[in-house]
C-alpha cells in the first residue's frame, strides 16, 4: 500500500506561479513511476506530467511543455510539480499517483485544487 498527499494548491491569478508537492508513503519501489494528472469541473480526468522514482523517463502532456516541471526528492519521499505562467485552462483538481510498473497508476492522492483567474 501506498498513501500519497497532495499540498501546494491554491487561488493565483493568471501569469503566476505555484508548486505542488506529494508526499508518499508506504512500499514504494525503484519501478515506481509517479505521476500528475488533473481534473477540470465537467471534464475528465487528463495527464499531466510523470517521472519515475529514480528519477527518469520523464514526460509531459503537450499543454504543459515549457511551463511544469516535475521533480522529486527521494530522501523527502516527495514528487513536485512546479507550475509556472498558469493559465486559467490550468483550473482544475491535481491529483498525485503511483504504480508499481510505467504506466500503471494504483494509488491516488486526494487532490489539490488549482485555480487560475484571468
Known amino acids: 500500500q501506498v498513501q500519497l498527499v497532495e499540498s501546494g494548491g491554491g487561488l493565483v491569478q493568471a501569469g503566476a506561479s505555484l508548486r505542488l508537492s506529494c508526499a508518499a508513503s508506504?512500499?514504494?519501489?525503484?519501478?515506481?513511476?509517479m505521476g500528475w494528472f488533473r481534473q477540470a469541473p465537467g471534464k475528465e480526468r487528463e495527464f499531466v506530467a510523470r517521472?519515475?522514482?529514480?528519477?527518469?523517463?520523464?514526460y509531459y502532456a503537450d499543454f504543459v511543455k515549457g511551463r511544469f516541471t516535475i521533480s522529486r526528492d527521494n530522501a523527502k519521499n516527495s514528487v513536485y510539480l512546479q507550475m509556472n505562467n498558469l493559465k486559467p485552462d490550468d483550473t482544475a483538481v491535481y491529483y498525485c499517483?503511483?504504480?508499481?510498473?510505467?504506466?500503471?497508476?494504483?494509488?491516488w492522492g486526494q487532490g489539490t485544487q488549482v485555480t487560475v483567474s484571468s
Open positions: 499517483a503511483t504504480g508499481r510498473w510505467l504506466g500503471t497508476y494504483d494509488f
Open positions: 508506504g512500499q514504494i519501489f525503484s519501478t515506481n513511476v
Open positions: 517521472i519515475m522514482w529514480t528519477g527518469g523517463k520523464i
